[in-house]
């Protein structure tokens, strides 16, 4: 069985950084991309960034540039988010996610097969 496990949400205060983790179990995602998507309440989910498996190029959304860094861990099977400099409107759930697209073009949650329970984040002013 296939298995997507978020960890490390928490509430925090405007300008903390949180380190969120994906522990996959089942399989491995070779030739796969691997996502971060973050849906706030009443909103849609939305990508945030995706990192391929096999080379570790990464894509992200506009609003997280410079501020979260996306990473993968072969070894341990596991894709990581770190997050810095949060501010009230990264509050969300944040779900991790498995295409078989490549990451340049999945960027659309219909590109995913596999998802997390997520993780929420709660950011306050």
């Known amino acids: 069985q296939v298995q997507l496990v978020e960890s490390g949400g928490g509430l925090v205060q405007a300008g903390a950084s949180l380190r969120l983790s994906c522990a996959i179990s089942g399989r491995t995602f070779e030739n796969h991309a691997l996502a971060w998507f973050r849906q706030a309440p009443g909103q849609e989910r939305i990508f945030v960034a995706t990192i391929s498996w096999n080379d570790g190029d990464t894509y992200y959304l506009d609003a997280v540039k410079g501020r979260f860094t996306i990473s993968r861990d072969t070894a341990k099977n596991a894709v990581y988010l770190q997050m810095t400099s949060l501010k009230p409107e990264d509050t969300a759930t944040y779900y991790c996610?498995?295409?078989?697209?490549?990451?340049?073009?999945?960027?659309?949650?219909?590109?995913?097969?596999?998802w997390g329970q997520g993780t929420q984040v709660t950011v306050s002013s």
């Open positions: 996610a498995a295409s078989p697209f490549a990451a340049l073009v999945a960027k659309m949650p219909g590109h995913y097969d596999f």
